[in-house]
C-alpha cells in the first residue's frame, strides 16, 4: 500500500563527482558531440568531464524538458534535512524542493541553496505525489482520493479536486496536469482551474506518470505494463510490457526509464515506439527515477544506483535507502555540482521495514 507511513524520515541531498568516481581508469566513453549528438571517443573520464566544464548547457540539447543542467560531478557527499512525517513523493520548482508527508498530512517546502524549511503546509489525507507546474506545486492524497493545488510563492491553497482511486506520481505537460490512479485511470486536469478534461483508461494500478514532450506514460503496477497516451487528446498509442511491478518513471529526452520494483531492475524505453532498448540489473526494490541530464538515478530500498543513460552502464551505487527522487540541477547554487533530493528512511527504520509493500496492489 502506499499508506506506508514511517517515522524518522529525512530528505536527503546527494551530490557526485564524475572526476572523483573513476580517477584512473581510461575508457571509451559515449558522449554528446557539438551538435548534441552522440558519438564515440577515446577520451578518459577527466577528459569528458573537462567538455562538460567547457559547454555547460549541453544536456539542454537532448533534454526538452529544460531542467536546470550545469556541470555533472560525481563526489560523494550526503546530506540530510529534517521534513515531516512518512515522506514519499519529492519534486523542486526551480528555487525549493516540495516533500509529501504521508504520515502527518502535509507537505514541506525546503529551499534549495541552503536546506532551511520554508513552510510546512496541510493537504488531504495521506499525501503521495508531488508535481510543478510552472507556478503551483500539485498534491496528490492517496487515502481522499484528491489533489490539491498550493501556490508555489506561499504555499497557499489554490483549490482541490476530486481524482480516481488512489492517485500517484502526477506529471504536468505545460497545460495540463496528468493524474494516474490505482483504478486504472489518468485523468487530464486543467493546470489554470483544475477542471477535468479527460479521464482515459490505462492499466490497473497504474501509479506514475511522465510526459516526453508530446505524449503522457503511465506505469502500471498491477500489469507489468506502460501506456503511452497522446497528450493532445488522450488516445492511447500503445501498451508496453516492461517488469515486474513498475513505478518510477522519466524521460531522459529520448527515452523513458522505468523501475520494476518487484523483479529489481531497471527497463529503457525508446519514446519514439515503445521499444525495449535495453533491461538493467538494480536490485533491492528499485523505486524512484530521475535524470540529470547526463545520468539516470534510480532510488530504492537498499540502494541509489546511478546509470549511463547513453548506454545503461552503471557508475555509482550508493547505500541509501530511498524512496521519491528529484534533481535540482545544482547544489546549493553553485556551479559545478549537481545534486539530486531523495527521501530515505532512517538506519532503525530500514531495519523495521525495509521499504516492503504492505497487503495491496500499490507500494
Given at each position: ?22 580517477p584512473s581508469h581510461a575508457q571509451r566513453v ?5 551538435k548534441g549528438r552522440q558519438a564515440v571517443g ?322
Amino acid at each position: 500500500m502506499k499508506n506506508q507511513i514511517g517515522i524518522g524520515v529525512s530528505l536527503c541531498v546527494l551530490v557526485t563527482a564524475l572526476a572523483t568516481l573513476f580517477p584512473s581508469h581510461a575508457q571509451r566513453v559515449i558522449f554528446p558531440d557539438a551538435k548534441g549528438r552522440q558519438a564515440v571517443g577515446a577520451r578518459t573520464q577527466a577528459e569528458q568531464t573537462q567538455d562538460l566544464s567547457l559547454a555547460p548547457d549541453r544536456g539542454a540539447r537532448f533534454n526538452p524538458l529544460k531542467i536546470a543542467l550545469l556541470h555533472w560531478y560525481l563526489a560523494d557527499t550526503t546530506t540530510f534535512f529534517k521534513v515531516g512525517a512518512g515522506p514519499y513523493g519529492v519534486c523542486f520548482d526551480g528555487a525549493n524542493v516540495w516533500t509529501a508527508n504521508g504520515g502527518d498530512n502535509t507537505v514541506t517546502k525546503v529551499r534549495a541553496n541552503d536546506g532551511e524549511v520554508l513552510g510546512t503546509f496541510k493537504v488531504g489525507s495521506q499525501p503521495y505525489g508531488v508535481t510543478f507546474d510552472g507556478a503551483n506545486i500539485w498534491v496528490s492524497s492517496d487515502q481522499d482520493n484528491l489533489v490539491t493545488k498550493l501556490r508555489a510563492s506561499d504555499g497557499k491553497a489554490e483549490g482541490t479536486f476530486p481524482v480516481g482511486n488512489g492517485p500517484g506520481w502526477m506529471a504536468f505537460d505545460g497545460a495540463n496536469v496528468w493524474v494516474p490512479s490505482a483504478d486504472g485511470t489518468v485523468r487530464k486536469l486543467r493546470a489554470t482551474d483544475g477542471k477535468n478534461v479527460g479521464t482515459f483508461p490505462v492499466g490497473v494500478g497504474a501509479i506514475a506518470a511522465a510526459f516526453d514532450g508530446t505524449s503522457i506514460w503511465v506505469t502500471n503496477y498491477g500489469t507489468n505494463t506502460v501506456t503511452k497516451l497522446r497528450a493532445s487528446d488522450g488516445t492511447v498509442l500503445g501498451t508496453f510490457t516492461v517488469g515486474y511491478g513498475p513505478l518510477g518513471i522519466a524521460f531522459d529526452g529520448a527515452n523513458m526509464w522505468i523501475a520494476n520494483r518487484n523483479d529489481g531492475t531497471v527497463s529503457e524505453l525508446r519514446a519514439g515506439d515503445g521499444m525495449t532498448l535495453g533491461t538493467f540489473p538494480a536490485s533491492a526494490g528499485p523505486y524512484g527515477v530521475a535524470f540529470d541530464g547526463a545520468y539516470v538515478w534510480v532510488s530504492g530500498d537498499l540502494y541509489l544506483r546511478v546509470f549511463r543513460a547513453t548506454d545503461g552502464v552503471q557508475v555509482a551505487n550508493h547505500s541509501i535507502q530511498s524512496q521519491g527522487i528529484a534533481f535540482d540541477g545544482v547544489l546549493f547554487g553553485q556551479p559545478g555540482k549537481t545534486s539530486v533530493f531523495c527521501i530515505s528512511f532512517d538506519r532503525r527504520l530500514q531495519r523495521d521495514r525495509k521499504g516492503r509493500f504492505r497487503g495491496g496492489k500499490d507500494p
